[in-house]
């Protein structure tokens, strides 16, 4: 009898764990956002400041951001559809240090916002200056203020 007790506590512990392990896996939601990194283009040099950090529009986009096609199979700007998408502007001010901006993460808050987690890489001096840009390109059904958040 005291087997047959400890066999089915036992079993109903196991059980227990298994369900358990199963609710909390489906209770965990991925708050990453997709997006795609925009290729081939430059901040204007008539741009004073920084550009906006979320960028709506074509014309909006277009008073700040010029296209830098180059030779090759992937030497296109990347397209923007606006109708479908927005941008979220990263950049710095103008530098004679080779510069690197690199996403670590875009992802939603639980304050309905977008946090934009990057990381800034400084190199050699160089001998001319440049602007450096990143430009992710977001589907507008995830459109919320952003945060940015280097790290």
Do not use: W
Request: neutral net charge; contains cysteine; hydrophobic residues 40%.
């Amino acid at each position: 009898m005291k087997l047959k007790l400890l066999l089915f506590i036992g079993i109903a512990v196991l059980y227990g764990v298994f369900l358990g392990g199963c609710r909390t896996s489906k209770d965990k939601t991925d708050n990453t956002i997709p997006y795609q990194v925009a290729e081939h283009y430059f901040v204007k040099n008539n741009v004073e400041g920084l550009p906006p950090t979320t960028i709506t529009s074509a014309k909006e986009f277009e008073k700040y951001f010029g296209m830098a096609a180059v030779m090759g199979p992937n030497g296109t700007p990347t397209e923007i559809d606006f109708n479908k998408s927005f941008v979220i502007c990263l950049t710095v001010a103008p530098t004679d240090i080779d510069t690197e901006i690199s996403v670590i993460s875009l992802t939603k808050t639980n304050t309905d916002q977008l946090a934009l987690s990057y990381k800034i890489e400084r190199g050699e001096k160089m001998s001319y200056i440049s602007r450096p840009l990143l430009l992710l390109v977001v589907d507008k059904k995830y459109e919320l203020p952003v945060v940015l958040d280097a790290i």
